[in-house]
């Protein structure tokens, strides 16, 4: 009687490794892009935690330049001061939002498109981010 061997083929093996090892480079690729998204939400809620307590930043400009102090400080490129919105909230105080889309490359001309939305009130209005 003839024993049977039991095992994974090579054919086998790279079908399970390629899907595998596309998932890891693609994961590597994204690093980078969500590294800088968390220095961005990291110096919005310092911006916001530097004026709470009561503490009314006053004007737009004030909250801009503290923004764009914090941004140097984490050394982020993008996006920029000028892609960070200010504006009055509702409840009075000043919403600070930073929508921006980010893209990883991934092989030749294929990209990830990326959205980002971070969102933190500052002054009198209390309120917390998203």
Not at 19 to 27: E, H, Q, S
Not at 34 to 58: C, F, H, I, W
Not at 120 to 125: A, F
């Amino acid at each position: 009687m003839r024993s049977k061997q039991a095992g994974v083929t090579l054919i086998g093996w790279v079908v399970l490794l390629i899907p595998m090892g596309i998932c890891v480079y693609t994961g590597i690729r994204l690093t980078p892009v969500y590294l800088n998204y968390m220095k961005v939400a990291r110096t919005l809620e310092q911006v916001k935690t530097e004026y709470k307590g009561g503490s009314d930043p006053g004007s737009q400009q004030a909250i801009r330049s503290a923004v764009e102090r914090h941004l140097n400080i984490e050394d982020v490129d993008y996006p920029d001061i000028k892609d960070i919105k200010i504006a009055r909230g509702d409840k009075g105080g000043w919403v600070v939002s930073a929508s921006y889309d980010d893209q990883a490359p991934l092989f030749a001309n294929v990209f990830i498109l990326i959205s980002f939305d971070k969102q933190v009130t500052v002054g009198s209005g209390g309120g917390g981010g998203e």
